[in-house]
């Protein structure tokens, strides 16, 4: 199928990136392209480096930015690489560098990747298809204890203890093949009177395998130091996260980055931690009502921005 991804705050990643017709720039998840066009339309003699962990989102980003083609260059690797892969090519820092986490629309919407609870397909889930770990594997090869754990802990499962068991009852009659299998377990796991809100039942499980098969949580936690130290001075990070989990880790590590200090309030500061800049977002950026009714997915985005001192 056509890979078709609506970039979320398209607008305020385009005004908070505060870009310059010079500068280096780096699109940690690239996706269709929809944010990277917007900043090679804005360069002259600048660069931008382009990542996804998705060949398939790297081809598509391809052929949409074709226009800007000498102005970019395409990496297929993991954001969590991206400050390492740049010092090996000789690239010292970046003026802006932009992620937008989470799965792609048309990862979502392409049914042989198994993102979705909505169609019947192998369990999959992988950003990366050449990854070893998928769906398959943390639902049939995961212990119960695993199991309770990722569901309670990435998708805050309310009943994850007991997904998870008859998870492995299911299991030992025969391997869960499909996400329609695990619709199945899943449902049967929920007392009738709870599936009537909050979303599809499945939400919360699919949420929590998909981010274990992925690494996602690992993956932005271990890159926000490493990318706030690779801007340069007066560069700013944009992180669009879509779920609580990840918003947390962004306003907890950007409010660390611009007040490190852990002296006593109080007293004065002898532990030599220094501010690496601001927080220019004191409250994420969230899609505006216009957006919302193009684009319901926009709706749990929230984006955040750091500037690097100068």
Known sequence: MEFKHVPVLFNEVTEGMNIKPDGIYVDGTTGGGGHSGAIAERLISGHLYCFDRDTEALKAAGEHLAPYAEKISFIH?????????????????????????????????????????????????????????????????????????????????????????????????????STFDLNEVIRASIPAKMQSTGGHPSKRVFQAIR?????????????????????????????????????????????????????????PCVCGKVSKGRVVTRHPLTAKEEELEMNKRSKPAKLRIFEKKN
């Open 77 to 177: 690797d993991n954001y969590a690489n991206a400050v390492s892969d740049l010092k090996e090519k000789g690239v010292a820092g970046a003026d802006g560098i932009l992620l937008d986490i989470g799965v792609s629309s048309y990862q979502l919407d392409n049914p042989e990747r198994g993102f979705s609870y909505n169609d019947d397909a192998p369990l999959d889930m992988r950003m990366n298809r050449e990854d070893p770990l998928s769906a398959y594997e943390v639902v049939n090869d995961y212990s119960e204890e695993e199991l309770t754990r990722i569901f309670r802990e990435y998708g805050e499962e309310r009943f994850a203890s007991r997904i998870a068991a008859n998870i492995v009852k299911k299991r030992a009659k025969a391997p869960l093949q």
């Open 211 to 267: 981010i274990e098969c992925n690494k996602e949580l690992d993956a932005l936690s271990d890159s926000i130091d490493g990318m706030i130290d690779f801007l340069n001075p007066g560069g700013r990070l944009l992180i669009i996260s879509f779920q609580s989990l990840e918003d947390r880790i962004v306003k907890n590590a950007f409010r660390t980055a611009e007040n490190p200090c852990t002296c006593p309030k109080g007293l």
